[in-house]
């Protein structure tokens, strides 16, 4: 490339003796360092619209005690022009009254639909409003570790505030509030702090990946989201029943990739599995003999390739069903069983 050419490529940069490489490598820099800004402001003008401030009025718990600070806030995102917004079941734990207010500061009363502590979702209704901004929700099941995560929320209060990261790890287990273990969340360093709960996690396209729902404390760039697929399952029973009921197998999961000679010793069709991170003493899974360290791959005859394909399947009408189950144990044993779920907790 000769000056004339460089100058014309890269305005700006050195041409001088001994500039050009030197003049190059910063002018790819800011071009690099442009793209990523511009789809972080294209990303956040598109979403930014759609995320509330969600304040909470609160009564007892439910010891019937009273709570010093009677008031909590998070955050939220609309999900339908109708004014449906989803945010995290901890926030809205013992409210009395709710309100929901956008960043061109009006502000609405809002009914609390259901909550599922579960999954520590939460859907709530708008009571009133016109012309409200939908974020669009993407597909959890597509995300890459290292991939563009941006978190939109109201730490501390502060409206809209924006943090940008990647995905750190996919499938994680962690544990709620109520001591629930949540399963299959994503990890993520865009740094959240108290008041991002609930708020979203959205890609590089502006597409909602994720729910924030929690950091661990005194750790740096360890943040959690509930998967976007998740929230929509949650979402729709919520819609439909106001709750979840889900049956109980007494098991805590984890997605994990099943070793390549392991799928083609035993012909399997899938490439994942759910690792069996812990048994419930008593619990149908102990009933049926599950020890932790199992990797579980069917399920009432349906492949198991994830936490979520478990939680999907374990609706009402399975509860009290004897269903088959295949999992592998040491990588080396191939074992089926049945086990019946049993009564989850709603």
């Not at 702090?193 to 597409?207: A, Q, T």
Request: proline residues 4%; glycine residues 14%; hydrophobic residues 40%.
């Amino acid at each position: 490339m000769d000056e004339r050419e460089f100058e014309i490529a890269f305005p700006g940069a050195s041409t001088g003796p001994g500039g050009n490489e030197t003049g190059l490598a910063l002018a790819i820099d800011e071009r690099l360092l442009d793209s990523y800004s511009h789809t972080i402001v294209d990303v956040v003008k598109g979403v930014g619209p759609s995320v509330v401030h969600v304040h909470v009025k609160q009564g007892a718990d439910g010891r019937g005690r009273s709570r010093q600070n009677n008031e909590a806030s998070g955050s939220g995102v609309i999900i339908t022009p109708d004014g449906y917004v989803v945010t995290n079941s901890h926030v809205v734990e013992n409210a009395t009254g709710i309100n929901v207010s956008l960043p061109d500061g009006s502000s609405f009363q809002a009914d609390l639909i259901g909550q599922d502590k579960a999954t520590d979702l939460a859907l709530l209704r708008v009571l009133s409003g016109s012309n409200l901004t939908v974020a669009n929700l993407g597909d959890s099941d597509r995300l890459q570790v290292g991939q563009i995560a941006i978190a939109i929320g109201n730490p501390y209060g502060f409206q809209n505030t924006v943090t940008a990261g990647i995905i750190s790890a996919l499938g994680r287990s962690l544990r709620s509030r109520s001591g629930r273990l949540i399963e299959n969340v994503i990890q993520t360093d865009a740094a959240l702090n108290p008041g991002n709960s609930g708020g979203p996690l959205v890609d590089s396209n502006g597409l909602v990946i994720g729910i924030n729902t929690a950091i661990i404390q005194y750790a740096q760039g360890i943040c959690f989201a509930i998967p976007v697929n998740t929230m929509r399952w949650v979402v729709t029973l919520l819609l439909r029943d106001g709750k979840v009921t889900r049956g109980f197998l007494g098991i805590g999961g984890q997605t994990v990739p099943l070793p390549a000679r392991v799928i083609r010793f035993f012909g399997l069709p899938h490439e994942t599995g759910v690792y069996v991170v812990n048994v419930v003493n008593g619990s149908p899974a102990d009933n049926a003999g599950l020890k932790e360290g199992d990797v579980i791959i069917s399920l009432d005859g349906q492949t198991i390739t994830d936490v979520d394909a478990i939680h999907k399947l374990l609706g009402a009408d399975k509860i009290g069903k004897k269903l088959g189950i295949v999992l592998l144990r040491g990588w080396v044993q191939k074992l089926e069983t049945d086990i019946t779920p049993g009564r989850g907790l709603d």
